[in-house]
């Protein structure tokens, strides 16, 4: 097996039985997947898909009907492959009346480590969840987001390699969806592998490198997000500081040359970048907000310096043009001073931020 995948699946299937043997529901059904090492991979799909079963197959606390899996080479079953591994499973288990530190403590005794790594990677990991502050609370005392980042925590006592992660956003709200994904970004900047099952698309859509997308236990699409994502008949460029005058010439020239202009003005940031924003500047300047004047602020890593928010192509002048057409495909043109986005549109290609300014309207 190639070194750098990290986790194969060959036409695993698992099918539930029930007291009598009968097959009972077919919750798999001859998944292959590869997954590669250093890759944020997602595992989607309706309730009832599969998602969590292929967590607990690779996991080894399943077994398979038929089919195998491979994890860093040997087969599931393996238990010692367990010692590279982190999982969040989708409902809390932890022991309610342990702190934060004795939770830490607790699982890191699992997995036999001294007492002083214990003590230390408990102290470094309750930091880098930002829970310093509740670290001798009781976990029973624990609001869902808190439990979640113990959680997380949790599963990276034994610093894995490889971490399963089932719904690692459930629960959050914005500001903690917004950590967390910040925080699987830069574990994966440290060379994790991590593999997430999410109903959050666009959480999903932020982090992942690749997705899986599962319907009644059958792999129905897998690719790179931003592959999969690209509307390819139409081309979005983004740009600044046009005049009014400039912004008509442009889709008058757009026009001409054949293309159709779908849209033509300021691109939106997404509700999260609006959330975020707002709650990071009202915890800056406590006290009455003056509302009204977000529209045209800039937004991204200025604002906060978030590893996602760099990620996002919005423009810092809000400008945004046009969405055009023509015969080798549709291009949406988003305007403010010549100052390109992304790469150079190609005929046929949309931009980086396709579906910002590419609405019929
Ligand atoms: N222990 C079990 N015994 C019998 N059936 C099970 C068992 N665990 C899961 N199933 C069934 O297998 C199918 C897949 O379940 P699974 O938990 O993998 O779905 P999921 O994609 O994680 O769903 P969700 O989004 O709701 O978490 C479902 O039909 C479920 O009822
Ligand atoms: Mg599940």
């Given at each position: 097996?190639?070194?750098?995948?990290?986790?194969?699946?060959?036409?695993?299937?698992k099918?539930?039985?029930?007291?009598?043997?009968r097959?009972?529901?077919?919750a798999l059904k001859a998944?292959?997947?590869?997954?590669?090492?250093?890759?944020?991979?997602g595992?989607?799909?309706?309730?009832?898909?599969?998602?969590?079963?292929?967590?607990?197959?690779?996991?080894?606390?399943?077994?398979?009907?038929?089919?195998?899996?491979?994890v860093?080479?040997?087969?599931?079953?393996?238990?010692?492959?367990?010692?590279?591994?982190?999982?969040?499973?989708?409902?809390?288990?932890?022991?309610?009346?342990?702190?934060?530190?004795?939770?830490?403590?607790?699982?890191?005794?699992?997995?036999?480590?001294?007492?002083?790594?214990?003590?230390?990677?408990?102290?470094?990991?309750?930091?880098?969840?930002?829970?310093?502050?509740?670290?001798?609370?009781?976990?029973?005392?624990?609001?869902k987001?808190?439990t979640?980042?113990?959680g997380?925590?949790?599963?990276?006592i034994?610093?894995?390699?490889?971490?399963?992660?089932?719904?690692?956003?459930?629960?959050?709200?914005?500001?903690?969806?917004?950590?967390?994904?910040?925080?699987?970004?830069?574990?994966?900047?440290?060379?994790?592998?991590?593999?997430m099952?999410?109903?959050?698309?666009?959480?999903?859509?932020?982090?992942?490198?690749r997705?899986?997308?599962?319907?009644?236990?059958?792999?129905?699409?897998?690719?790179?997000?931003?592959?999969?994502?690209?509307?390819?008949?139409?081309?979005?460029?983004?740009?600044?500081?046009?005049?009014?005058?400039?912004?008509?010439?442009?889709?008058?020239?757009i026009?001409?040359?054949?293309?159709?202009?779908?849209?033509?003005?300021?691109?939106?940031?997404?509700?999260?970048?609006?959330?975020?924003?707002?709650?990071?500047?009202?915890?800056?300047?406590?006290?009455?907000?003056?509302?009204?004047v977000?529209?045209?602020?800039?937004?991204?890593?200025?604002?906060?310096g978030?590893?996602?928010?760099s990620?996002?192509?919005?423009?810092?002048?809000?400008?945004?043009?046009?969405?055009?057409?023509?015969?080798?495909?549709?291009?949406?043109?988003?305007?403010?001073?010549?100052?390109l986005?992304?790469?150079?549109?190609q005929?046929g290609?949309s931009?980086?931020?396709?579906?910002?300014?590419d609405l019929?309207?």
């Open positions: 097996m190639d070194s750098d995948i990290v986790i194969e699946t060959r036409n695993l299937t099918v539930y039985r029930d007291f009598w043997g097959e009972k529901v077919r998944l292959d997947l590869q997954i590669r090492r250093g890759e944020i991979f595992l989607l799909g309706p309730n009832g898909s599969g998602k969590t079963t292929t967590l607990k197959l690779i996991l080894g606390l399943i077994f398979p009907t038929s089919g195998e899996v491979l860093f080479g040997q087969d599931a079953r393996e238990v010692s492959k367990n010692e590279r591994i982190g999982y969040l499973p989708e409902e809390s288990y932890l022991y309610r009346f342990l702190t934060a530190e004795e939770t830490l403590d607790f699982y890191g005794r699992l997995f036999n480590m001294p007492a002083m790594l214990r003590r230390q990677r408990a102290a470094e990991l309750i930091e880098m969840v930002e829970l310093g502050w509740a670290k001798r609370r009781q976990l029973r005392e624990y609001s987001g808190m979640r980042r113990i997380l925590a949790q599963a990276l034994n610093d894995p390699e490889l971490l399963l992660l089932d719904e690692p956003t459930t629960g959050l709200d914005p500001m903690g969806t917004r950590w967390m994904k910040d925080f699987l970004l830069k574990l994966r900047d440290q060379g994790k592998t991590i593999v099952c999410s109903h959050q698309l666009e959480d999903v859509e932020d982090v992942c490198d997705i899986g997308i599962l319907h009644q236990g059958e792999l129905k699409e897998l690719g790179r997000v931003s592959e999969l994502l690209k509307i390819r008949d139409r081309t979005e460029i983004q740009c600044s500081g046009l005049s009014p005058e400039a912004e008509r010439e442009v889709c008058a020239t026009e001409r040359l054949g293309g159709k202009v779908h849209f033509c003005g300021n691109p939106t940031t997404t509700l999260e970048e609006l959330f975020v924003r707002i709650i990071r500047e009202s915890e800056a300047h406590p006290g009455r907000r003056v509302r009204g977000v529209e045209s602020q800039p937004s991204g890593p200025a604002q906060g978030s590893e996602l928010a990620r996002q192509p919005v423009p810092s002048a809000p400008k945004v043009f046009s969405s055009v057409s023509g015969s080798a495909g549709e291009v949406s043109v988003a305007g403010a001073a010549g100052n986005v992304g790469d150079p549109p005929p290609v931009g980086p931020s396709a579906g910002q300014g019929d309207r």
